[in-house]
């Protein structure tokens, strides 16, 4: 019976638990070995799931006859947030792509935080007063805040900054300071974005390193210029003849994840050293922020209702400050992961992949295919070939895969293709000797991997 203790924990942390697969062998390409003992193989994970992980965590099984050998799956439920995290021996694990690892102090201290609503954001910021907002974003935001609301338009320009949670008991709030400080790292250095694109050559430096601040207004143009400047632009003609150039990745999809890192980023003491991380590597782009999901699940995410604020001051600050080329921050209607998911598919990428792990929270977007001739895109210190092999989503699947062996259904949850799309796009892949396959066609256990 294998020791499954600190895996059960791990799913355990997840917001929504995670599945373990027992007689298939990894280590051989995910070969199909089977259980012999199925009633002796349950009854032991129940146990570790019961005494080995405090407190208990909920499983479970199903068995699976995979061409006369039986396979069990075991679905862990994450556990309440009033519960995190759980513990084996003392310690609290979380679950990362390439297995279970145990939770720094500050990590634990996050998910115990979620337990109550975050407030974070209300809190005043030691030494800093109104002399340290900036003025013109400081303005701009009282027309909007009256122009909002019948209650607020008479009031004093001080009445209606500490309504809103920019100044508590004539301090700064964290919320105003981010929103409208002059220049919050002053106070604050990991309210900042660090982005950097990885090198497309193994041995080269990082390109384009930048370590970006100001207030989130400048934070979101200044990282979304930053990612128009580092990915490709391609010529495209209307019907009537006339050329523009369009970016790969739409700038709409980008502005609203950016967007979304920045405002719904974990405020409390214990991401201090963390920033709003951006990668850009040759396909895809990576966007990463401290704390997880509230109030809402991955799953809703784009849906009617999917929307719930974690720093609710600072929520109504992005609805109300607008950016230098006069855009809101944020739109605050709920629409706008809708938005950049029907950017994404018109412009012929797949959907993008949102992965929560309580502790942080990281967006995944495909970078296009070039599957033109190979001066049609531009920009350019990134050599992206064709991989595709006939197949639009070529690159899409071959990053999915990564290094390891994986199925459909992973490749599926990974590219936010269809299960044709990727299907197709492996029969190609296959043919054409990039990637090889091990198992039947059609068997939910067969797994490709990179040749």
Excluded at 18 to 46: H, N, R, W, Y
Excluded at 377 to 400: C, F, I, K, P, Q
Excluded at 413 to 433: E, F, I, M, N
Aim: proline share 5%.
């Amino acid at each position: 019976m294998p020791h499954l203790a600190e895996t059960l924990c791990a799913f355990g942390n997840m917001p929504t638990g995670g599945t373990i697969v027992l007689g298939v062998d990894e280590a051989s390409g995910f070969t199909i070995t089977g259980v012999s003992d199925i009633a002796s193989v349950e009854a032991g994970v129940a146990a570790q799931a019961r005494n080995g992980v405090t407190p208990p965590v909920h499983i479970d099984c199903d068995v699976v006859d995979v061409g006369g050998r039986h396979v069990v799956v075991v679905t862990v439920a994450g556990l309440p947030a009033v519960d995190k995290p759980c513990r084996v021996r003392g310690k609290a694990y979380l679950r990362q792509a390439d297995g279970d690892y145990v939770m720094s102090e500050q990590e634990t201290a996050q998910l115990v935080a979620l337990q109550d609503r975050p407030r974070y954001d209300a809190a005043i910021v030691d030494g800093c007063s109104s002399h340290d907002l900036d003025r013109n974003l400081v303005m701009d935001f009282l027309a909007e805040a009256r122009a909002s609301s019948r209650r607020l338009a008479d009031r004093p320009d001080m009445d209606v900054l500490r309504l809103k949670g920019v100044t508590s008991a004539d301090h700064v709030t964290l919320a105003g300071l981010y929103g409208l400080g002059e220049y919050p790292q002053q106070f604050a250095p990991s309210l900042a974005v660090t982005a950097a694109a990885a090198p497309v050559r193994h041995g080269e430096r990082m390109a384009d390193l930048a370590h970006l601040d100001g207030p989130i207004p400048d934070l979101l143009e200044q990282t979304v210029e930053w990612v128009r400047r580092n990915t490709r632009t391609a010529v495209v003609f209307d019907a009537a003849g006339h050329g523009s150039d369009e970016p790969e990745i739409p700038l709409v999809a980008v502005r609203e994840f950016v967007a979304n890192a920045l405002i719904h980023r974990d405020l409390s003491p214990r991401t201090q050293s963390k920033r709003v991380e951006v990668r850009l590597f040759p396909d895809k782009l990576v966007i990463t922020n401290p704390g997880g999901l509230w109030g809402v699940s991955r799953d809703q995410l784009g849906e009617p209702g999917g929307k719930s604020a974690v720093n609710e001051f600072l929520y109504d600050i992005g609805r109300l400050v607008r950016t230098a080329t006069g855009r809101r921050v944020i739109e605050g209607e709920g629409g706008g992961i809708r938005e950049a998911q029907d950017a994404l598919a018109k412009a012929g990428l797949p959907a993008p992949v949102f992965v929560d792990t309580g502790v942080s929270f990281t967006v995944i977007v495909y970078r296009a295919p070039v599957t033109g001739p190979a001066d049609s895109w531009s920009a350019g210190n990134h050599d992206d070939t064709d991989h595709g092999h006939g197949s639009d989503h070529g690159s899409a699947v071959l990053s999915a895969i990564g290094s390891g062996a994986v199925s459909v259904a992973e490749l599926m949850s990974r590219s936010g293709l269809t299960r044709r799309q990727v299907r197709y796009t492996l029969d190609k892949l296959v043919s054409a000797g990039v990637v090889s396959m091990a198992g039947g066609q059609g068997n939910r256990f067969t797994t490709y991997r990179r040749v």
